[in-house]
């Protein structure tokens, strides 16, 4: 998946209003992305958004409903990062902050869900630059991979989360 296809699935998702706002780390590796619902993201997601609203009758019902609740899953980078070498991470997150306060302040989020704890100092640059007084929470998951101890971790942050805002 090229950047071009990576932004137009993105967008196609892209609620009216968002008010649920996930910051993923970046571009997607091996095409396993949260839009393309075959990533362990969407599954946590899912996971949590089942247990706090109940059953979705598939993959692409959830995100439908997903996008209806004016969920939605940005990125830090637009770019792919997961294999450049440390400092050249740390290079295309600082990079990306100004990028995504932007898109934020557009967006005006009431809730805001980083989803890897490593980004979280670069998100929440981002979240102050944005000037935005609509976000009510922001919440830290870590990425659901490895153990289940971060799958569960992510699950049940995600569920708190939404728990935090009077919906």
């Not at 706002?21 to 095409?31: R, W």
């Not at 440390?86 to 995504?100: D, W």
């Not at 976000?135 to 659901?144: D, G, K, L, Q, Y």
Request: charge should be positive; include cysteine.
């Amino acid at each position: 998946m090229n950047e071009t296809e990576f932004l137009a699935l993105k967008q196609q998702y892209k609620p009216k209003k968002v008010e649920i706002l996930f910051i993923a780390d970046g571009m997607p590796v091996n095409n396993r992305y949260f839009y393309l619902k075959n990533s362990s993201m969407f599954r946590a997601v899912k996971d949590a958004f089942t247990q706090a609203f109940g059953d979705f009758n598939s993959n692409d019902g959830f995100l439908t409903a997903f996008q209806e609740m004016g969920a939605y899953f940005d990125s830090l980078t637009v770019e792919p990062i997961k294999y450049l070498p440390p400092k050249e991470q740390t290079i295309a997150r600082q990079k990306g902050v100004q990028p995504l306060a932007d898109r934020i302040a557009e967006m005006q989020p009431r809730l805001v869900i980083i989803s890897l704890k490593t980004i979280e100092k670069y998100a929440r640059e981002a979240i102050h630059l944005s000037g935005v007084t609509s976000i009510e929470h922001v919440a830290v998951t870590p990425f659901p991979v490895k153990s289940m101890a971060n799958v569960n971790n992510c699950i049940n942050g995600i569920i708190t989360a939404l728990k935090a805002v009077d919906w």
